[in-house]
C-alpha cells in the first residue's frame, strides 16, 4: 500500500511538471522580439560563401536576392557599412574632381592639348570605375552567391583598370619631354593588366555556363 502511495504520488508530481512545462512553452512567433526593423546575423547563421572572414563574427544582413532590400541596407550599420561607404565616397569626389578638372582646363587653359586634359580625366574616371564598382560589391554581398562572385570580379577588374589609369597618367607626366619614352612604357604597361582581365573573364564565363 505504501509503495503504491509513492508510485502514485511520483506520478502525479511528474504530470504536474510537465503541464507546468507545457503551459510555459511559447512558440518562437509568439515571443515579443526587440523592435528593430532590421535584424542582423552572426557568421554561424549565414552561409559559408557570406562569411568568408572569419574574423568577422556578427553584424550580417539577412541574404535577400534582392536588389532593392540591399540597396536599402545602406540606411543602416552592419558590418559592410564602412566598406560601402569609404569607396562610395571617394567615387562622388571623383565624379566632382572630373567636372571640375573639366571647367578648370576650360576657362584657365582654353588652349590645353586633349591628351594633357586626358590624363587627368583618365585617372579620375578610372578612379570612379574602381570606387563606384567597389561600393557596389559589398552593397550586393548579401544578394547571392552568384552576384557575389560576378561583382567580387568585377572590382577586381575595376581595381586593374584604375592601377592601369594611374599609370598612364604618371607615364604622360613623368616623360612628357620625352615622347618615345612615353609610348614605351605604355606600350609595356597595357598588355599584362588587358590579358589578366580577359583571364578572369574566361573564368568567369566558365564558372557560370557549368
Not at 48 to 69: E, K
Not at 74 to 84: A, F, K, Q
Not at 181 to 198: A, E, I
Amino acid at each position: 500500500m505504501a509503495l503504491y502511495q509513492r508510485l502514485s504520488r511520483s506520478r502525479s508530481d511528474g504530470m504536474r511538471d510537465q503541464s507546468t512545462a507545457t503551459n510555459t512553452f511559447q512558440p518562437l512567433a509568439a515571443v515579443k522580439q526587440p523592435r528593430t526593423k532590421y535584424r542582423l546575423f552572426t557568421a554561424t547563421e549565414v552561409p559559408l560563401w557570406y562569411a568568408h572572414n572569419s574574423f568577422l563574427l556578427t553584424g550580417y544582413r539577412p541574404v535577400t536576392q534582392s536588389i532593392r532590400l540591399c540597396l536599402e541596407s545602406l540606411r543602416y550599420l552592419h558590418n559592410e557599412t564602412v566598406n560601402i561607404y569609404s569607396h562610395l565616397v571617394p567615387a562622388g569626389i571623383a565624379v566632382i574632381s572630373n567636372g571640375v578638372f573639366h571647367l578648370y582646363f576650360r576657362n584657365r587653359y582654353p588652349t590645353a592639348s586633349w591628351a594633357g586634359q586626358l590624363a587627368f580625366h583618365v585617372y579620375l574616371c578610372t578612379s570612379i570605375l574602381c570606387f563606384g564598382i567597389s561600393s557596389i560589391y559589398h552593397t550586393l554581398l548579401c544578394h547571392s552567391e552568384d552576384y557575389v562572385k560576378l561583382w567580387a570580379l568585377l572590382d577586381y577588374v575595376a581595381i586593374i583598370f584604375q592601377t592601369l589609369g594611374s599609370f598612364i597618367s604618371g607615364i604622360y607626366v613623368s616623360f612628357y619631354c620625352e615622347p618615345g619614352l612615353q609610348k614605351l612604357y605604355w606600350t609595356m604597361v597595357f598588355p599584362p593588366p588587358l590579358l589578366f582581365s580577359s583571364a578572369l573573364f574566361y573564368g568567369l564565363l566558365n564558372s557560370f555556363s557549368s
